[in-house]
């Protein structure tokens, strides 16, 4: 039990130092990613935070795989190149101890991002589009500036002014732009200033001495308005309902589909789990180097093999959801192909050792 405890000990050490930095570098990139938007306008600083937040939970499934493979592999790296493992073998320790230690930690991950996989990675995509519905059609002129053009709900709608005044709420030379399923309407105004509705209590655009344009499908008649005073309300009825993703769908909803594309998520999700129990048992033998050796001198090569299961995962993913291939095995053939491989370089030295003696 000593040694066990020793070996998982040394692959958790780096499994938290890279898991801290790899969220901190991914937060970092989805910082300025989401951070332009709040800039220009288009995100409130509290929605930005949020999306961030959701976001770094839904990297969790990816990233605690990742994490754990390269840690087995330098952990274990060091332990060659010290020859610590050289002196556990020769007192009797067999490669079998080393892979029940691995096996068990992997374990504990696959519980962990099974369930990050089947419910709270959907849960989390749920929200995120919910989040960022709401807060593009909450559109707010006061944190508009002039001269730019602003896109909401998705492109359906697109502003402009000129000139902005945002302690008062007003906007001069305004231009709106409103695509419909049958319709392109479009506002232009002199004047345009933000209220709320009394009723309501939701903000409201009055425009002043302006033109609307509307144009219907092709072969009928336009419409041309000129007005003093008109109002258009900037949240649209349908506030909660965003666009469907199958990946922000519950996985209990997925058991019941015989739609090829949830058939596919429905995969990706029950396959993470057994991903990162491969990954950490695959970091056994590519970690094996000698004494001279340094313990990161196999992490390039572990980084090709990840980078090419998870390419041909995401490639079986498309073809099932395609229907270029059939979903048995479906994606299961990155898995089926990936356990051979670790059985043959863990069996490797066994089948060297006997030829030898032959």
Known sequence: MIIDRYI???????????????????????????????VHGMLSG???????????????????????????????GRLYRDAELTAMFACGISMTRVIKSVFLL???GALVVACLSLFIRPWAW????RIKTQAEANFDLTRMKGGNFYETSD????????KVDN????????????????????????????????????????????????????GEYGLILEFENSAMDLVP???????????????????????????AELQWR???????????????????????????????????FFAGYYTFSALTKKWVSQGVIGVVPGIWWGQILLAALIGLLLWQPVFLRYWRKR
């Open 126 to 129: 749920n929200q995120f589009f």
């Open 155 to 162: 492109g359906e709608r697109v502003i402009f002014a000129d």
């Open 237 to 263: 009825k349908d506030i909660f309902q965003h666009e469907y993703k199958v990946k922000a769908v519950a996985t209990k909803t997925l058991l019941h589909s015989n739609n090829l594309e949830e058939i």
């Open 106 to 108: 992997s374990i504990i």
């Open 270 to 304: 029950l396959t993470a789990p057994l991903s990162i129990i491969l990954l950490a048992l695959l970091g056994i033998p590519l970690s094996r180097s000698s004494p001279r050796q340094g313990k990161y001198v196999k992490a390039p090569l572990a980084i090709l």
């Open 167 to 218: 302690k008062k709420n007003r906007a001069k030379r305004v231009f709106i732009q409103t695509k419909r399923e049958d319709s392109l309407q479009i506002i232009y105004a002199a004047k345009a200033s933000q209220l709320r509705d009394e009723t309501t209590g939701k903000p409201i655009l009055v425009f002043q001495d302006g033109h609307l344009y509307e144009f219907f499908s092709p």
């Open 8 to 38: 998982i000990r040394e692959i958790i050490k780096p499994t938290l130092a890279i898991s801290t930095v790899l969220i901190v570098i991914f937060g970092c990139y989805i910082s300025t990613r989401y951070g332009e938007d709040a």
């Open 46 to 76: 509290s929605s930005v935070i949020q999306l961030i937040l959701l976001r770094i939970v839904i990297a969790l499934e990816m990233l605690l795989p990742t994490t754990l493979y390269l840690s087995v592999v330098i952990a274990l």
